[in-house]
């Protein structure tokens, strides 16, 4: 079964930091773009980053940027998001996706695959 599992969600003070993982497992992701996505309570779902296949190339929300890195290690079929400066407004369930079409990072519907999602609350 091909499928993605997020983890390293939990609650954090303003100002603190988290790294969530994204393994993939029945499938290698050495093939797929990866992105992380988050949605907040009321909110639509929202981009959050994007790396290509290789790692070569990363995007990400004008929200996130300059505090949150995404990375990958294709060795471990695992893809990271460093996030630091953590603020309440970045409280929100986030999850990973992988296609392997297109590097369309926007586009919701291109994705492949979808994780269960993991839950950061930003709070002091």
């Known amino acids: 079964q091909r499928q993605l599992v997020e983890s390293g969600g939990g609650l954090v003070q303003p100002g603190g930091s988290l790294r969530l993982s994204c393994a993939a497992s029945g499938f290698g992701i050495s093939t797929y773009a990866i992105s992380w996505y988050r949605q907040a309570p009321g909110k639509e779902r929202e981009f959050v980053a994007a790396?290509?296949?290789?790692?070569?190339?990363?995007n990400y929300a004008d929200s996130v940027k300059g505090r949150f890195t995404i990375s990958r290690d294709n060795a471990k079929n695992t893809v990271y998001l460093q996030m630091n400066s953590l603020k309440p407004e970045d409280t929100a369930v986030y999850y990973c996706?992988?296609?392997?079409?297109?590097?369309?990072?926007?586009?919701?519907?291109?994705?492949?695959?979808w994780g269960q999602g993991t839950q950061v609350t930003v709070s002091s």
């Open positions: 996706a992988a296609q392997s079409a297109s590097y369309n990072y926007r586009i919701e519907k291109n994705y492949d695959y």
């Open positions: 790396i290509t296949w290789s790692g070569g190339i990363t």
